[in-house]
């Protein structure tokens, strides 16, 4: 039987930690604390360090919570963030997505910066500034950077934050074993879908959504073991998903996967999300990395990245790519489900369309089906912005 | 040099292959194509400052991907593809033919239309007597930004 108005409206039967107020996806002023509040303080992937393989390589990121940044290495192979903005009139300092700059030259006054933010040229210095004014004054603003956890560049935009060790929290342990050779990056695109980021997150850590991809079905949740992944909370929001083994086979047109990962047993797949919107997914014989870019409450910008080991010949390189592809890429099986999923959420939960709440109460003893890492996240969250997801007004 | 008979047969096998994926008619699509088939997606990052194969099958790997499309959950919303062939270069009786590309996607709910991908094709055209069937296609995307994707190649 449909429901009433109050009945709609009405708070779910569960404990209040096991559902939340949709207004979460919708409000522009929750937007914009979440920037300031989860993203602003958190360690966020800006990129893959083979993305910057030679000495001033730069790849240019927008950090969530809104800044340009510069990733850089410098001449010391070490890799610093800054950003991307000119301290003289506020130009973009560099425009091209990735490149080499031994200097970094603002187009607009001609002002040099190099791969330390030292800036090393003011055009015409002396006759404008006389001695009240030197390059020593406009170094660019560094942001903290670090190169960890499989060789992924990470940026702190704060200058008292917590190492990156304690954000983290022991939630890529799991991932250790098979994060000790040098990955390389062969895939990379972005997708800008209307949805809250948020929901691409949830999407990440819940499995029971698997009856909406044919391939995970018929290779996954028919076969033994799948039952028994379980999801692990860490501290500061994350959580990960243990293994099981994929039966690769059982869909037609894929085959058992040839190559594998170093340590891991054939079929394996594990999955790390980190708050508030990052996910570590190593499948088979591809690492995947999201990384969430919030754009407003209604839109995110989703960075997909692809890596295979460094050692790869010729022939694994292109095994892993179609590995890739088949579930992952833009045409992938999967990826397209996933990404038209969280769309029809944005679709139905966008402003205005009266939708009420977002149910998160399976508990199937923290198994594959159990909503405890959606749970979790929102515990975090609940935390973070001073206020309950269930009640966030 | 190409006679214009043969010019035709290629740019009509194009455009023919444009009207059957159009129109879903997979089995008018690779009855276009040679046994030796294969079917590319590639784009350059200007990120990453590197070609990638964003798909890559052969006339089976192809036959599989139409016929596991109604397991799948899909957009629904139809594309057209718009191409006009460039140049053809005929060696023999195999031909190298690269088109401009442009893929447009109307949306099932109120009809607007989009552009979705803009890119090349880059065909290997067999000619066998009036016969031209397609042996390779590489869809060199320019777009690299598909929202939530597709699944059917273009
Ligand atoms: S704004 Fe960059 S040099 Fe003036
Ligand atoms: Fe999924």
Known sequence: ?393 | MIKSEQRQAIEELVYRSCLALDSGDYKAFLDLCDEAFRYTITTHSAEIKRDMVWLDHDRKGMETLFTNLPHHNSDHSPLTRHATVYTVDLEGQEASVVSALQVFRTQLDGGATELFAVGRFHDTVKLDGGTAKLVKRVVRLDTRQLGYGYHIPF
Request: charged fraction near 25%; include cysteine; charge should be neutral.
């Open chain 1, 1 to 393: 039987m449909g429901r009433t108005a109050a009945e709609w409206n009405a708070p779910p039967k569960f404990p209040a930690t096991h559902y939340v107020d949709s207004r979460l996806y919708t409000d522009e002023a929750i937007f914009g604390e979440e920037k300031e509040k989860l993203f602003r303080p958190s360690w966020i992937i800006a990129c893959h360090e083979s993305e910057l393989p030679e000495a001033f390589d730069y790849r240019l990121f927008t950090h969530p919570a809104g800044v340009p940044l510069i990733v850089v290495r410098g001449d010391d192979a070490r890799v610093r963030a800054f950003y991307n903005i000119c301290p003289h009139r506020g130009n973009t300092i560099l425009y091209d997505p990735s490149g080499n700059a031994k200097r970094m030259t603002c187009i607009f006054h001609q002002w040099s910066y190099d791969t330390r933010g030292n800036c090393v040229d003011i055009t015409r210095e002396e006759q404008g500034y006389q001695n009240r004014f030197s390059k020593k004054d406009v170094g660019l603003r560094e942001v903290k950077c670090e190169v960890a956890y499989g060789g992924f560049v990470w940026v702190n935009l704060l200058d008292d934050c917590v190492p990156l060790r304690e954000f983290i929290g022991g939630a890529l342990d799991i991932l250790e074993p098979y994060m000790q050779e040098p990955m390389e990056l062969f895939h990379f695109h972005k997708a800008r879908v209307r949805t809250n980021f948020k929901l691409w997150h949830d999407t990440n850590s819940e499995f029971y959504h698997d009856y909406m991809h044919y391939f995970n079905r018929i290779t996954g949740m028919l076969q033994p073991g799948y039952f028994e992944r379980k999801y692990t909370p860490f501290p500061n929001g994350h959580a990960t998903v243990g293994s099981m083994q994929i039966q690769y086979d059982k869909y037609e047109g894929s085959k058992e996967r040839a190559v594998g990962w170093p340590k891991m047993a054939r079929g394996g797949w594990y999955m790390v999300d980190l708050f508030p919107g990052m996910t570590y997914n190593l499948r088979t014989s591809v690492m995947r990395i999201d990384t969430s870019i919030p754009l407003g409450p209604n839109e995110v910008l989703i960075e997909f990245r692809g890596l295979g080991l460094k050692r790869d010949t010729p022939e694994e390189r292109a095994q892993r790519v179609f590995d890739h592809n088949t579930i992952w890429g833009p045409f992938g099986r999967n990826l397209h489900e996933d990404l038209l999923g969280v769309t029809g959420q944005g679709r139905a939960m966008r402003k205005g369309t009266d939708s009420r709440w977002v149910l998160q109460g399976r508990e199937e003893n923290s198994t594959i089906h159990d909503e405890v890492g959606m749970r979790h996240y929102y515990a975090e969250w609940s935390q973070r912005m001073g206020r309950p997801a269930y009640a966030p007004y």
